[in-house]
Structure formats: C-alpha cells, structure tokens
C-alpha cells in the first residue's frame, strides 16, 4: 500500500514556474514507477511525465517538453515536478501517481495509487 500527498500547486502567472511534490508513504518507494497527471475541466486525465523507480528512465508528454522535469529522491520517498514557462493551457488538477512496476507507464488505468491531487491555475 502506498499513500501519496501531492503539494505545492497555486496561481502563477504565464511564464512562471511552480514545484510540485509529493510525498510517498512505504519503505518501497523505489520499487514503484512513478508518474505525474493532469486533468482539466471536461477533459480526460493525461499523463504529464513517468519516472522509473530507480530514476533512469522518463517520459515526457509532447505538450511539456523542455519545460518539465521530473525527478525523484528514493531516500526521501518523494517525488517533484519542476514547471517552467507556465501556460495557461497547463491549468489543471495534477495528481501523483505509483505504478506496481519499476517500469514507467504512461496510462492512467497502469497505475495503481493516486494522490488527492493539486489545483494548479496559470493565468494570462
């Protein structure tokens, strides 16, 4: 079992950045994959970036790409998610995700704990 708490979402102006992290219960945390999602009113929820358990691996989707960067501290079970060059089309629920699997994933039904999520709101 694995509880996660996401934090630092807010209100940024575009072109700002903001941090999120999320904090993992468990003294396995670098056995599981770990993802960042989003989900915007009246929209699907959408992968943002997946890590491997280790770190060595990740995933970007196209829409973020030079402007995220995800990471993660196995010693601190935690897990980050650095935003630069805000858009307001970034507006959105984010939520921190573990996949049973050392192996990143990119669709939601692959993973298995969700964290209540984080409103983050980029305004023009």
């Known amino acids: 079992q694995v509880h996660l708490v996401e934090s630092g979402g807010g209100l940024v102006q575009a072109g700002g950045s903001l941090r999120l992290s999320c904090a993992a219960s468990?003294?396995?945390?670098?056995?599981?994959?770990m993802g960042w999602f989003r989900q915007a009113p009246g929209k699907e929820r959408e992968i943002v970036a997946g890590?491997?358990?280790?770190?060595?691996?990740?995933y970007y989707a196209d829409s973020v790409k030079g402007r995220f960067t995800i990471s993660r501290d196995n010693a601190k079970n935690a897990l980050y998610l650095q935003m630069n060059s805000l858009k307001p089309d970034d507006t959105a629920v984010y939520y921190c995700?573990?996949?049973?699997?050392?192996?990143?994933?990119?669709?939601?039904?692959?993973?298995?704990?969700w964290g209540q999520g984080t409103q983050v709101t980029v305004s023009s």
């Open positions: 995700a573990a996949r049973s699997t050392s192996i990143a994933g990119t669709e939601p039904q692959s993973y298995d704990y």
């Open positions: 468990g003294r396995t945390f670098g056995n599981y994959a």
């Open positions: 890590i491997s358990g280790r770190g060595r691996t990740t």
